[in-house]
């Protein structure tokens, strides 16, 4: 399962702000999360090696993607293996930006809400890098250690090391 070889454990306040200003231009505190962070998040080399792991995804439900300056929406029942997979790729290849360009969404069985992924590239890698998601999904991951769920939300995020941040910001395009 994908969602199982993302480490994941319970945050500081500073730790997920120092995270959160990193990936997004304004932050703001929100009491209806709990905040997580990746330890270690999912990688890739390449666009079709992460659809193709998403889709053997017991949990796969859909894949948003920008393409021609609009988002897509495709469901994994409705999804055309042979064309849809290279759609996605080219699509995802071809965005200048490279960060919330392709969102992947969970959902379990029987259960209302879903977990959504958000990947970018940084530094040629494909990482899965923000992650929102109810508590019902908390077991889907390799987590170490429980938070108290004191919110009806979760959200994780991953910091790269310094040095990765660094390669970025001189290679960036935003």
């Not at 079709?48 to 859909?62: P, W």
């Not at 429980?146 to 994780?156: C, D, I, S, V």
Request: aromatic residues 14%; contains cysteine.
């Amino acid at each position: 399962m994908l969602l199982k070889r993302i480490e994941i454990a319970p945050a500081t306040d500073e730790e997920f702000l120092e995270a959160s200003k990193f990936w997004f231009p304004r932050t703001f505190a929100d009491t209806r999360e709990t905040k997580l962070k990746i330890i270690k998040p999912i990688t890739y080399n390449n666009y079709h090696s992460l659809l193709m792991d998403f889709l053997s995804d017991e949990f796969a439900d859909r894949i948003s993607f920008f393409e021609n300056g609009r988002y897509q929406k495709i469901y994994t029942r409705k999804l055309n293996i042979n064309i849809d997979i290279d759609r996605i790729a080219n699509a995802a290849e071809a965005d200048k930006v490279k960060q919330n360009h392709l969102e992947l969404q969970f959902h379990k069985r029987f259960e209302f809400y879903t977990a959504c992924m958000k990947i970018a590239e940084i530094n040629g890698n494909i990482v899965g890098y923000h992650i929102h998601l109810p508590p019902e999904y908390y077991d889907c991951f390799d987590a170490k250690e429980t938070p108290e769920f004191n919110a009806p939300r979760l959200q994780a995020i991953w910091l790269p090391s310094l040095e990765e941040r660094i390669k970025r910001k001189t290679n960036t395009l935003f």
